[in-house]
């Protein structure tokens, strides 16, 4: 007891010295969340940057690697590294970009009843054996032995997986369904030729869904539901994508879909036709179709990058791997089965190409790693003095805009000019930066403020500029 009492009087020390200790070195803990009371300081950031051609060039090797924008200007910024042929580190700001769409995704997916698992990326090769694709897939298939003889695959779909998943369920009923089961995984294909960067590596995020039905008219509604989320997803990121009757390939199933979007780097040739919507993959054509199947009318042809894909796969799989449900009259069933995918470092590629200049980034609103870049003035020019004014707003705005509280950076290098960062602001796509320059001294003060997606700059004060920033969307 005596011992216990000496050590329970230690505690307040211990707490003091805790606290003391708490307080050591806070540059150690400088780039931390606003609500510790620490602000994003863009010198802290781990962004390594290749901002010369030379260098991008030397990454990858040989010039003829670098084939579209995206892929170039990520390396250049610092969103990406490689790491081997087709795959590649993904740094801070990228991360950052594929949280916030995963985020989305969420949001998507679980309004039409999505619910999310996560599955092994190593698949037993019996499983892909039962439907024939471990001989189908091919090359594609990344395959490997354990320590055992045993054989697997590191998954690049989960289908095999999902199916052996429900039917190892045994007490399914009619009433459960449908199942709308989803996961964000890696992915892995072995491609004989990674090129574009993101958009067509051997290893590669994706939302993978998987839809289990009663019946076949519920799965094609299940189906339909599945495709205007994926249209409304891309609707929020401002993605003009085009939906695109496709061919089934080695998923199989009756009905298949793509999203496409139009890029003169797309590896896809698809025709839309103007008058009454008709839209396949050129592949799922007649080469001698020049007119629409549908009307008759004219058909224009584009290129495009695909960037979700779905499909109506019936009893395809739910049947080799005997996944039921009992029906009303307590009699197994098979259940119907869809499956749907979403590219989503392919998205984010795809959206960079699309939407930046030739030296510039730009984001999907939505998905800018950060929204908001804070420029103070160079150290020792004459408008040295609104530095601190500078500090105070960037409290200002992470204070009283909560949805803003980590997705306001300050570029703190103040060694440099503010037109040298200014220009750094812009290649990394900020989609709104605000300096303290001259007019910061005025009384009231005034900061400037540059829209980076519309090209427009307002002068605005302290309350205004919240104000402003107010109607910015996060998610």
Aim: hydrophobic share 35%; aromatic share 8%; with cysteine.
């Amino acid at each position: 007891m005596k011992g216990l009492l000496s050590r329970c009087r230690a505690l307040p020390v211990l707490a003091t010295c805790s606290h003391q200790l708490s307080g050591c070195g806070p540059h150690r803990f400088y780039h931390r969340d606003p609500e510790t009371g620490k602000r994003l300081v863009l010198s802290r950031m781990f962004q390594p940057q290749n901002l010369r051609e030379d260098q991008v060039l030397s990454l990858e090797g040989r010039s003829g690697d670098l084939t579209c924008k995206s892929q170039r200007l990520m390396l250049q910024v610092g969103l990406i590294h490689p790491a081997g042929p087709g795959s590649y580190h993904l740094l801070p700001y990228t991360v950052r970009a594929l949280e916030k769409l995963e985020r989305l995704i969420d949001q998507e997916m679980q309004a039409i009843g999505g619910q999310k698992v996560n599955m092994p990326s190593l698949s037993p090769a019996e499983l892909w054996r039962a439907t024939s694709r471990w001989d189908l897939m091919g090359k594609e298939l990344l395959r490997l032995r354990d320590r055992h003889g045993k054989e697997y695959c590191l998954g690049p779909t989960h289908e095999e997986a999902i199916t052996a998943l429900v039917a190892s369920q045994k007490t399914v009923s009619y009433k459960q369904l449908p199942f709308l089961l989803y996961q964000v995984t890696r992915k892995f294909r072995d491609e004989p030729r990674p090129r574009f960067g993101l958009l067509r590596g051997r290893e590669f995020y994706m939302k993978d869904m998987y839809s289990f039905d009663a019946s076949p008219e519920a799965a094609r509604l299940t189906y339909g539901l599945v495709g205007e989320a994926y249209g409304s997803l891309f609707r929020r990121l401002g993605l003009q994508c085009v939906r695109v009757q496709a061919d089934v390939g080695s998923i199989g199933g009756t009905t298949s879909h793509e999203f496409q979007l139009p890029a003169d780097i797309g590896e896809d040739r698809f025709a839309v036709c103007p008058g009454c919507g008709f839209s396949a993959n050129m592949e799922t054509l007649r080469m001698s179709h020049t007119d629409c199947p549908a009307c008759r009318g004219p058909l224009t042809e584009a290129r495009g990058i695909e960037v979700g894909h779905t499909f109506h796969l019936g009893t395809r799989y739910s049947s080799i791997f005997n996944a039921q449900f009992t029906d009303a009259q307590g009699k197994p069933c098979l259940a119907e089965m869809g499956c749907y995918g979403l590219g989503m470092t392919r998205i984010l590629a795809a959206a960079i190409e699309v939407l930046s200049t030739e030296d510039c980034i730009r984001w999907p609103g939505l998905l800018a790693p950060y929204q908001v870049c804070l420029i103070p003035p160079k150290k020792g020019s004459k408008e040295e003095a609104a530095a601190e004014l500078a500090g105070h707003l960037y409290d200002l705005i992470t204070e009283t805009l909560p949805q803003l509280r980590r997705e306001v950076l300050l570029d703190d290098r103040t060694h440099r000019t503010i037109g040298n960062r200014l220009k750094d602001a812009n290649k990394f796509g900020y989609p709104f930066v605000i300096i303290a320059g001259k007019r910061a001294l005025e009384d009231p003060a005034h900061f400037e403020v540059w829209s980076q997606n519309t090209g427009e700059v307002v002068f605005l004060t302290r309350e205004g500029v919240t104000e402003f920033l107010s109607q910015v969307q996060v998610v």
